[in-house]
């Protein structure tokens, strides 16, 4: 089993650049990759970015790439979300998920809220 806990969310304004980060714990060993989701009101959940914990190749969606950026260290088992220059879409639960499979995420994070106010 894993456990992930999310941190750094809360409510910040139009233009900040706050960061979340992602703590793993339990059979870390199983993690192979980790990534960033999200779901604002009324929406599904949407991917973000993820990252390959061995190489930390990363994929980004249209809507995170050029502004966000992921990355993570391996000793500290944590991932990390830099989050720049927030627009009120932005404003969602952001979820950290891990996956010890190439294709699905198995392990999830129970949800940091970020709200971009105006």
């Known amino acids: 089993q894993v456990q992930l806990v999310e941190s750094g969310g809360g409510l910040v304004q139009v233009g900040d650049s706050p960061r979340l980060w992602c703590v793993a714990s339990?059979?870390?060993?199983?993690?192979?990759?980790m990534a960033w989701f999200r779901q604002a009101p009324g929406k599904e959940r949407e991917f973000v970015a993820a990252?390959?914990?061995?190489?930390?190749?990363?994929d980004y969606a249209d809507s995170a790439k050029g502004r966000f950026i992921i990355s993570r260290d391996n000793a500290k088992n944590t991932v990390y979300l830099q989050m720049n220059s927030l627009k009120p879409d932005d404003t969602a639960v952001y979820y950290c998920?891990?996956?010890?499979?190439?294709?699905?995420?198995?392990?999830w994070g129970q949800g940091t809220q970020v709200t971009v106010s105006s």
């Open positions: 990252i390959g914990w061995s190489g930390g190749s990363t």
């Open positions: 339990g059979r870390t060993g199983s993690i192979r990759r």
């Open positions: 998920a891990a996956g010890s499979f190439i294709d699905r995420y198995n392990y």
